[in-house]
């Protein structure tokens, strides 16, 4: 009888561990799911990466909603941009007047921060960073952070060095003197796992005396950086469009040797270029944003030639060879070194030099379908 009564033990201590056994695994199991979910949930995709693709669009529909008459940023051109962490964010800049039309360098420059999660709302990150008042910066994400690069300061001139952040507000200089020497009015990109620039200007000591590029260079560390071609085949230019599309990089219009262009070219590898459209239907302009978005190419406004002033215009291409005009309605007036972002699955326009040398401080979002 003992003997049964232990048999029924073991059996009844067997069956207890089997029982706790089971329910800590399903518990560890509803454990990660949650873990799971949450992940997802606070996901943020990195900066540089095309949006998810929403519900399909029809381009001759855009209008555009105003979301912020005038920004607490202040009227202001040639600010760095870009989408990081969940938020917008606009970094230094210039604001002009008509009376330095001829020489910016008496305009004030900013090296403030801003940042806003809805377009609306704009909170002032940091008054005055790390990195001295400039204008025409490269802002870009690469390798899990973000790089400044490039650009002019009223105080030191052009800029060769190199600036990283962890989180947008807080800068460290990783690179006094980049050997693609000082310049403005260049464009950047991140392609095949490297970052990019091309060409741009600087001045010489005479006022007009204007040292045009046409190189492109680029870094797999941001640090050390190669020249990939002292002459890239289309013509040496500055405040051009640059943008990443169906894999290759795109260069459009811009000005050089005193004269806007409406060209588009293309490179799979930054060295060999093709023209893909030498007369684009576009005005010829420059100081205009290219943007991938929805699958498309877009070009958003730019100083035009015709009138000599912002133009007041979307275009938008599936192959960058064809294009055609976007939208029924432009409550935007046309601007030039505006900045151009893709955020919550909408184009966004802000900033910029409007006509009359008017500076802007408006913010609008794309909608569609009307």
């Known amino acids: 009888m003992n003997k049964i009564k232990k048999i029924l033990f073991v059996v009844l201590l067997?069956?207890?561990?089997?029982?706790?056994?089971?329910?800590?695994?399903?518990w560890k199991i509803e454990m990660n799911q949650?873990?799971?979910?949450?992940?997802?949930?606070?996901?943020?995709?990195?900066?540089?990466?095309?949006?998810?693709?929403?519900a399909a669009i029809d381009p001759q529909t855009l209008v555009w909603e105003k979301a912020l008459s005038n920004a607490p940023w202040g009227p202001r051109d040639s600010q760095g941009g870009i989408v990081f962490d969940g938020k917008m964010w606009i970094f230094g800049g210039l604001r002009g007047f008509p009376e330095a039309e001829n020489n910016y360098g008496v305009a004030p420059h900013f090296n403030d921060i801003w940042s806003s999660e809805d377009g609306a709302?704009?909170?002032?990150?940091?008054?005055?960073?790390?990195?001295?008042?400039r204008?025409?910066?490269?802002?870009e994400y690469f390798k899990g952070k973000l790089w400044m690069f490039g650009g002019w300061s009223t105080t030191t001139g052009y800029r060769t060095g190199?600036?990283?952040?962890?989180?947008?507000?807080?800068?460290?200089?990783?690179?006094?003197d980049a050997p693609w020497g000082g310049r403005e009015g260049q464009t950047s990109a991140v392609f095949q796992g490297k970052l990019w620039m091309f060409g741009g200007l600087s001045f010489g000591a005479r006022l007009g005396d204007q040292n045009l590029k046409n190189d492109v260079w680029n870094s797999e560390d941001g640090i050390h950086w190669n020249l990939v071609t002292e002459n890239a085949g289309w013509a040496p230019r500055y405040d051009h469009g640059t943008a990443v599309f169906q894999d290759k990089l795109w260069v459009a219009g811009g000005v050089g040797d005193g004269k806007a262009m409406n060209d588009v070219w293309s490179s799979s590898d930054g060295v060999n270029w093709v023209l893909e459209n030498g007369n684009a239907p576009w005005e010829e302009r420059h100081g205009m944003p290219l943007v991938n978005y929805k699958d498309r190419l877009w070009l958003v406004s730019g100083w035009g030639t015709v009138n000599e002033a912002g133009t007041q215009d979307v275009w938008y291409s599936?192959?960058?060879?064809?294009?055609?005009?976007?939208g029924i309605d432009f409550s935007w007036p046309g601007r030039e070194d505006h900045e151009v972002m893709v955020f919550q699955d909408k184009l966004w326009v802000m900033a910029g030099m409007g006509p009359f040398w008017v500076w802007n401080s408006d913010v609008?979002?794309?909608d569609f379908g009307r």
Not at 121 to 133: G, T, V, Y
Not at 162 to 176: E, M
Not at 318 to 326: E, L, S, V
Request: hydrophobic content about 40%.
């Open 14 to 26: 067997i069956g207890i561990f089997c029982w706790v056994l089971y329910d800590w695994s399903d």
């Open 34 to 54: 949650e873990k799971v979910l949450s992940d997802e949930k606070n996901y943020t995709e990195p900066a540089g990466e095309s949006e998810k693709p929403g």
């Open 121 to 133: 709302n704009w909170i002032l990150e940091k008054e005055h960073a790390a990195w001295s008042p």
């Open 135 to 139: 204008r025409s910066m490269s802002v």
């Open 162 to 176: 190199i600036w990283v952040s962890d989180d947008a507000v807080n800068w460290k200089q990783v690179l006094k």
């Open 318 to 326: 599936a192959n960058g060879k064809d294009w055609q005009k976007a």
């Open 364 to 366: 609008w979002y794309s």
